[in-house]
């Protein structure tokens, strides 16, 4: 089956939706049992779609954790109040004090300040890595390492990495793999066929689509399901049904965002390799991108969100070009309908392991789902206003 067709009918279940298209909010914290029996048999059920108490979730939440697990090919879903925290639960969920953490040098800028504060406060360590490191992977590896988290591709910088093989390296260390797939979104890769034991999506984004809603999913493969469970629960995760709701809604709709983002970022970034003042492209569907060829090998589409880099700049005239925009608004995530714009300054600051040249700018864009020409005329005014202040 495919991607576009899974969406529309997965997770919907009768037994949690009683028939109606769209599976209904149930609000609750309380459930009630009218025997003994009846209460035992829920809690020995509780991992199996019984409702038991509100924070174990509701059929609102079974159908939604249904739906993602079966996108992403995962055994269960955990579903938590932003992408943020579904990185961090997953990471406790497997982390102790003295264990060793490997950690994609373009990781997403939270997840990078989780690991240097909290997680070290913890008594665990974390080592960067090149993105592109592959096969070298092995030479990081201790004997207490016990996960390697990988973000493909990284944000901002978009580098793709080779997934398949380092979960390779990792398992024969019997290391736990986890990936932030929130680019790929559930339906344009493949990550446990790759290896991931542990894919997480900041939901906030695509499958959400609409910009009102943050959650978190970390999905698990069989071996590593009950754990990420069971612990997600100890720390007390859970998400409100009316936010379950509006993710479920959107994710209805994401074949056909996302088809729409990736074909209309690509004309705009088609666009852009032509002007003379873009450098490069870190498009991954672009040759210029790190890890090109592992996009063309493990991913079946773009989407709307890409970066580019300028030949020359600086903060007054990038200011210039991203203020004043017609369509692109300025603020952070991606996702929704809508055309963002971000000048990026200071990655050479949130890079270790790896070097990142500050002096040539970065723009990051969403490209959402107005036509292209007009984003293309806004982006050409934006050049106009560049040169002016680059000339002066
Ligand atoms: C936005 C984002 C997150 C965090 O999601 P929130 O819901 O904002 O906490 C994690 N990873 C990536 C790659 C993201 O873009």
New binding site residues.
Partial sequence: MKKETQIVSVGRDKKWSKGVINPPVFRASTVVFDTMEEMRFAIQNRANGEMFYGRRGTPTHFAFQAAIAQLEGGEGTALYP??????SGALLSFLQSGDHLLMVDSA?E??RDLCNKLLKGFGIETTYYDPMIGEGIAELIRPNTKVLFL?SPG?ITMEVQDVPTLSKIAHQHGIVVML?N??ASPINSRPFEMGVDIS?Q????YIVGHSDV???TATANAEHWEQLREHSYLMGQCTSPDDVYLASRGLRTLGVRMAQHEQNALKVANWLATRPEVDHLRHPAFESCPGHEFFKRDFSAANGLFSFVLKEGNLKAVTAFVENMAHFKMGF??GGYESLILGVFGIDKLRTATQWDSSKPLIRLHIGLENPEDLIADLSAGFERFNQVITK
Avoid: N
């Fill in positions: 932003s992408g943020s925290a579904a990185i997403y939270p997840t973000e944000s932030d929130t680019w997480i900041a939901a906030t984004k943050m959650m978190g995530s991606w």
